[in-house]
């Protein structure tokens, strides 16, 4: 094993950090050379220094990029004729979004990593496929927001595709009622984003009317919202298994910003890291890395991404990790997400435009 394709063919959530690491940490390396060379704004953060880092060795050592610098800046370490694809973040009328650029290579690596994950947690085999939202979302075949762009990712591990919205998100009933009809009995996929499914699909329809046992559920995004109705995870998960018997459900974390690295809920009820993927916890106060269980701030790290320099992003949300768990389930690093930040500031950044510039941002 030596490449980041011999990280993505193999089955994932399976090495030991030790087998891992002899292979990610060089990759990422590679991949810091290789954005300082092709990504102006990126080497200059690099030859200036980088941002606060206490770390001195392993994958919490590589320089990272708060992931707002993507709402601000144009990073990209590809020519611009040679973009295939554009994806934004999502974010409310006024908000800056992130604009993540993809050449064919990078699009086509992403997409095999996002494979590798779902097939482990799916199976093999293309499951009838309920989708949670309207399709005038992927209206455009080039330019896609973060949802959207989840939404095609996820389309490939099903058929049948059925969209269950219309543009007001009110529940086309009739539709859903023919897929069960047709599928009775067999297994099929649902997916959306968790808010969505949970407001606009299960507190919807009647409870006991459905019988979704053979369903697996895949959900990302959207928890705030249920915050403020008080729906936790638990919650979440008991509200489907008593409205409709669904037992099967997958919440994942990941970001536009390092699409196609998804870190998928185990039946430990933990995130897992994909092999090609880990995380670092961050003590906001000085940087450092935090103590196993001890909470800070989430930073994402991917091998995955060549046209834009997406490999080591510190994110804004609060999250607390554990070690390897060791043989006998998923391997890797495993977290949970605590909440989001209020804001995320960078202190104590050396004195150049660049990366004061980045800090801010």
Request: aromatic letters at 8%.
């Amino acid at each position: 094993m030596s490449s980041i394709d011999d990280l993505i063919d193999a089955p994932q959530f399976s090495l030991s950090p030790a087998t891992k690491e002899a292979v990610f940490l060089p990759l990422l390396r590679d991949l810091v050379d290789w954005h300082s060379e092709r990504c102006p704004i990126y080497g200059d953060l690099i030859a200036a220094g980088g941002l606060p880092n206490p770390a001195r060795s392993g994958v919490a050592s590589l320089p990272y990029l708060p992931v707002r610098a993507f709402k601000q800046l144009d990073l990209m370490s590809i020519d611009g004729r040679d973009v295939v694809k554009v994806l934004t973040s999502s974010g409310t009328t006024g908000q800056n979004v992130s604009r993540i650029y993809l050449d064919a290579e990078n699009a086509t690596r992403q997409q095999r990593a996002l494979s590798s994950v779902m097939t482990t947690v799916l199976g093999p085999d293309r499951l009838p496929m309920l989708i949670v939202d309207t399709r005038s979302i992927i209206a455009s075949r080039t330019s896609f927001s973060a949802r959207a762009a989840g939404v095609i990712g996820m389309m490939t591990f099903g058929r049948d595709h059925t969209w269950l919205l219309n543009d007001d998100m009110s529940l086309r009933v009739d539709v859903l009622e023919d897929f069960l009809a047709k599928h009775d009995g067999r297994p099929i996929l649902i997916f959306g984003f968790t808010f969505m499914v949970w407001q606009y699909l299960l507190q919807v329809i009647p409870e006991g009317k459905y019988d979704l046992s053979k369903a697996t559920l895949i959900h990302s995004g959207g928890w705030k919202k249920l915050e403020s109705v008080a729906v936790d995870s638990e919650a979440f998960r008991a509200g489907w298994a008593r409205r409709t018997a669904l037992t099967s459900s997958h919440n994942f974390y990941g970001m536009v910003e390092q699409i196609g690295s998804v870190f998928v809920e185990g039946v430990d009820g933990w995130l897992h890291c994909p092999n090609f993927a880990d995380v670092v916890i961050r003590n906001p106060e000085d940087w450092s890395v935090a103590l196993p269980g001890e909470p800070g701030v989430i930073e994402v790290v991917s091998a995955l991404p060549t046209s834009y320099p997406g490999h080591v992003l510190l994110t804004e949300d609060l999250g607390v990790a554990e070690p390897d768990p060791g043989p006998g389930g998923w391997r890797g690093t495993r977290f949970k997400v605590l909440g989001r930040l209020p804001k995320a500031e960078l202190r104590g950044c050396s004195d150049t435009h660049t990366v004061r510039a980045l800090a801010n941002v």
